[in-house]
Nanobody
Framework: QEQLEESGGGLVQAGGSLRISCAAS????????MGWFRQAPGKEREFVAA????????YCADSVKGRFTISIDNIKNTVSLQMNSLKPEDTAVYYC????????????????WGQGTQVTVSS
């Protein structure tokens, strides 16, 4: 089993930046990739970004491409999401998750999930 804990959420003004992180523990060697999802109030959870365990490949949703960057630190077992040029529509609870399938945006293929961290972008 793998445990995930997000941190770094908060309130930021539109145009600002925020970095959120996710610390993994437990059977971390069993997952092939890690991803970030988000869920805004009244909306379904959506894929944001994913990265392979090696860090060699990344993928971001079109809505955040060019603004968000996902990275991984395998020594610390931590995956981070650097969010720049934030918009009010980025407001959501952000979740990290792990999957044994490489480069999938499909929520159902992610097996372990963190509790989420709130990101609020004011206009």
């Amino acid at each position: 089993q793998e445990q995930l804990e997000e941190s770094g959420g908060g309130l930021v003004q539109a145009g600002g930046s925020l970095r959120i992180s996710c610390a993994a523990s437990g059977r971390t060697f069993s997952s092939a990739a890690m991803g970030w999802f988000r869920q805004a109030p009244g909306k379904e959870r959506e894929f944001v970004a994913a990265i392979t365990r090696s860090g060699s490949n990344t993928y971001c949703a079109d809505s955040v491409k060019g603004r968000f960057t996902i990275s991984i630190d395998n020594i610390k077992n931590t995956v981070s999401l650097q969010m720049n040029s934030l918009k009010p529509e980025d407001t959501a609870v952000y979740y990290c998750a792990t999957t044994r399938v490489v480069f999938t945006t499909t929520e159902g293929l992610y097996e372990y999930w963190g509790q989420g961290t709130q990101v609020t972008v004011s206009s």
